[in-house]
């Protein structure tokens, strides 16, 4: 089988050509996963979940912008010490879904949001929240702020 010269200017205008293509084909997804549930197996299911869903995106070519906005239920996991405000039951799976909230915050495209008013209801310090975490005065403004900027939402009750 012969091998086809290309002059450089024709090898650089299909280089062009096909980046475009696939760059016309890949999706930018933004998407506000919010979390708010009481179930520590779901909890820790629903981490999981969006680190494999990310992956996916990832494969596929596509890019990511997520967030998660946690509340309510879903507060204990970011607590260094989770294991003194959940029941004993809820250990285990609390401490399987911090550590996959762990793996999702090294994600460069993944930003993680605890509400300060469910840490207080949770009696969970503001000092006991895990380090990669932001602590929002409200989390519902924020899953509003993102929906206007245009991020699906994805809710975990």
């Not at 204990?76 to 294991?83: C, F, I, L």
């Amino acid at each position: 089988m012969a091998h086809i010269k290309l002059p450089v200017l024709e090898k650089y205008l299909l280089f062009f050509f096909l980046s475009s293509f696939f760059m016309l084909h890949a999706n930018d997804y933004k998407v506000i996963y919010d979390c708010s549930s009481n179930d520590a197996s779901y909890i820790k299911s629903r981490m999981w979940l969006i680190g494999k869903t990310i992956d996916m995106m990832q494969e596929n070519g596509d890019t990511s912008k997520v967030v998660l906005t946690l509340h309510g239920g879903c507060v204990p996991m970011v607590s260094k010490d989770y294991d003194m405000i959940v029941p004993d039951e809820d250990v285990q799976s609390i401490a399987q879904a911090q550590n996959y909230l762990k793996n999702l915050s090294q994600r460069k495209n993944v930003t993680i949001i605890a509400c300060a008013m469910s840490l207080s209801a949770n009696a969970i310090d503001t000092k006991e929240v895990l380090p990669f975490v932001h602590i929002s005065k409200n989390s519902f403004l924020d899953t509003i702020k993102y929906q206007n900027e245009g991020y699906a939402i994805m809710t975990f009750k």
